[in-house]
């Protein structure tokens, strides 16, 4: 009798499969932990001198285009969504449903980072956006040049992609709940 018929009959997984399979569990929970919390590496880090501006305040006569961002963990799951206005008026809202072993500030970055992704190919004259989030640790990891993970280091890099395409992107920090 071969392995794999002796696999059948005994209802046994074959080693090989358990192999990878142990292997990937290992890599994604032991390893270098989820996607979004890795270090980037060094050839994909934004240039020093493209930094990412974030006012005090809402400077609204700055901005054509303004998006709320927002992500979250409860019991229901891990999300993130966005909703752009432009002159005021909503244009549009995304929600995005993200793995359960997501943390909330993870929910966070990716909130911003498909903002970026939704306004890059929004059709204005005027690209200014003002991206406001209720995340301050989002925000100082930003700011922070030290701080290379994979989700930063994305976000820095599409902001970089998009003032090459002539937008203006600023960032605020808006208080949570507060009936924006």
């Known amino acids: 009798m071969s392995n794999e018929a002796l696999c059948v009959i005994t209802g046994l997984i074959p080693i090989n499969i358990k192999i990878e399979e142990t292997a990937k569990y290992y890599e994604s929970v032991k390893g270098q932990g989820n996607t979004f919390n890795r270090e980037m590496e060094v050839k994909h880090w934004t240039h020093p001198a493209n930094t990412v501006k974030i006012t005090d305040g809402q ?16 019991e229901h799951g891990v999300g993130s969504t966005i909703a752009i206005f432009k002159e005021s008026k909503l244009i549009d809202t995304k929600k995005y449903k993200l793995n359960g072993r997501c943390s909330n500030n993870q929910a966070e970055q990716v909130a911003i980072l498909k903002a970026l992704e939704n306004l890059q190919f929004l059709e204005t004259n005027d690209k200014t956006a003002l991206i406001s989030t209720d995340s301050r640790i989002t925000l100082e990891s930003l700011k922070n040049r030290k701080n290379h993970t994979y989700l930063m280091e994305k976000i820095r890099n599409k902001v970089s992609e998009m003032e090459n395409q002539d937008w203006k992107i600023e960032f605020t920090w808006i208080k949570a709940h507060a009936g924006h």
């Not at 400077?59 to 409860?74: A, F, L, P, R």
């Open 59 to 74: 400077e609204d006569s700055k901005h054509n285009i303004h998006v709320y961002t927002d992500g979250s963990k409860s």
